[in-house]
């Protein structure tokens, strides 16, 4: 079946430096989506790309959706301690009526 | 406001016990799902649906049922609860599945079987 792998698992950084988390499906994706899930919270919709090598921006978040469709990048500039919590990518098959199936998401700490 | 609305957000049961989650949402979305969330294990998906009368099997579908008899509720049922299934519970929907139509996540169920 279709597995999206997401990695790393955990990273921690201090205040100020750089994170990337990567996200790479065994098979080719219709579209890719980001979460993110604050602790004790639930998941929150990103952003979606659609078209191979998009990229989008948000403030200090760049998303990259990679040319063949199956990988997929998050990377957050200069991480401030309210980034802290558990980003997930999540991707659907070209089939309509696929569910979305999650990577096992990458949990990012921040130190001060 | 509604969006996605799940209960109870606590629950305790006995191995061996039957229970049931709800899930309504009020957007008219087609796209139902369930999943479960443990440490390290991420979202896995238990049973979706892609509208009233449909649902098939996620990735962890054993030990769950689901019905869809209408548009806006999606209960997942647990028949006879195991240790195992101590876990918390999203359920979540979205207008359809193609391209361009993002999840809505409920709150979340925290379920502890003893």
């Known amino acids: 079946g279709q597995q999206v792998m997401q990695i790393p698992q955990y990273q921690h950084v201090q205040e100020g430096e750089d994170f990337t988390t990567y996200c790479n499906s065994s098979t080719t994706l219709s579209n890719i989506q980001w979460y993110k899930q604050r602790p004790g919270g639930h998941p929150v919709f990103l952003i979606q790309l659609v078209k191979s090598g998009e990229v989008k921006k948000q403030k200090r978040l760049t998303f990259q959706f990679g040319e063949a469709k199956k990988n997929s990048s998050l990377h957050i500039t200069a991480t401030q301690t309210t980034d802290v919590g558990t980003y997930f990518c999540?991707?659907?098959?070209?089939?309509?009526?696929?569910?979305?199936?999650f990577g096992k998401g990458t949990t990012l700490s921040v130190s001060s | 406001n509604a969006g996605v609305t799940q209960t109870p957000k606590f629950q305790v049961l006995k191995t061996g016990q039957s229970m049931t989650l709800q899930c309504a949402q009020d957007?008219?979305?087609?796209?139902m799902s369930w999943y479960r969330q443990d440490p390290g294990m991420g979202l896995r998906l238990i049973h979706y649906?892609?509208?009233?009368?449909?649902?098939d099997q996620g990735e962890v579908p054993n030990g769950y049922n689901v019905s869809r008899s209408t548009t806006e509720d999606f209960p997942l049922r647990l028949l006879s609860a195991a240790p195992s299934q101590t876990s918390v519970y999203f359920c979540?929907?979205?207008?359809?599945?193609?391209?361009?139509?993002?999840?809505?996540f409920g709150e979340g169920s925290w379920l502890t079987v003893v």
């Open positions: 957007m008219n979305h087609e796209y």
């Open positions: 649906s892609v509208g009233a009368g449909i649902t």
């Open positions: 999540a991707g659907r098959r070209n089939q309509a009526g696929t569910a979305l199936i």
């Open positions: 979540a929907s979205s207008y359809d599945t193609t391209s361009g139509n993002t999840i809505y």
